[in-house]
């Protein structure tokens, strides 16, 4: 055998080792700067459509998963019922106008009447002093012998009469002017029932506006779980507008790898569905607890037996090349994550 053959057996074992000693090296450098994980998913905002309003459904203008913008109607309800109660409360508040006309003719008409009483008391008052004066007269006549006595008595009762004419005038004004309270009362209450009627129409006004239910933002519909012809309830899931302008990574740490991570720290990802497309991010926050602590159950370790779990901590990461792989986006993906520690 010649000499390079012998010893080709052992170049080519010596090449895999250099090879193997190059990959285990850059191996294990990644293992000692990066943590991995493969329990991470992409989210979302998640909008629930909801009715203000409950009645029977006339329109439903989109379908499940269709592109949808701000403002843009998706249900419309059947509101013609509630017109008729507009109209009804617009005519009813129509007469409540009409009320309060006639309660400030009626006023008017009072302070006309007080007026002429007043005039009454001021009249009976002057032709009281009147026969007073003449009283007195005709008493000096009588003590005279001027007049007759009879003439005496007739003037001393008109004086009388014209006292109690005086007297019944002024009853007669106070009854009425008590009145005024009542008539004053009146007003205020017909006015107040017309800021009542106002705020009431207001009221079904802002009723029948939600007749038309709108997309509170920009986004993809999910599944929708209404049809025209159905009756709905105010507040009742219609369907669900996904916030398509703004996605995050949530990774879900073991508690032996969290320590390592930083607020900060640089991420690289790949979503499962597309594992050659490769995505940046930055740690923007980590959760303060677990997972399984705010789950519907959480685990009490004082409870009985216990089996340790290593626990999950939730990490929030903020894609940086967002507009490069907005396409790929959608919630619930799941994802490799490879963070850079400290």
Known sequence: MSQ????????ILGIVLVIGAFYGYNKYKYVSTHEDTDNAQIEAYFVPVLPRIAGYVKNVHVNDYEE???????VEIDVEEG???????EADLEQAKTDVENARANLISFEKSVQAQKSQVKIASQQKDK???DLKHYLELDKEKAITHQQFLENKDLAELSEIKLQGAEADLASNQSRKAILVAGLHRAESMIRVKNVII???KLKLSYANILAPQNGKIGKKTVEPGQFIQISQPLMTLVDDSNYWVVANYKETQVGKLSVGGLVEMKIDAYPNEKMEGKIVSISEFTGAKTSLLPPDNSSGNFVKVSQRVPVKIEILNYDKVKHLL??????EVSASIK
């Not at 949808?68 to 998706?74: R, T």
């Open 4 to 11: 390079p053959k012998k010893h080709l057996p052992k170049i």
């Open 68 to 74: 949808v913008k701000k403002g843009q109607v998706l």
């Open 83 to 89: 017109k008729l109660v507009l109209d009804e409360l």
């Open 131 to 133: 026969t007073q004066r």
């Open 202 to 204: 207001a009221q079904q």
């Open 330 to 335: 959608k919630a619930g993906l799941s994802l």
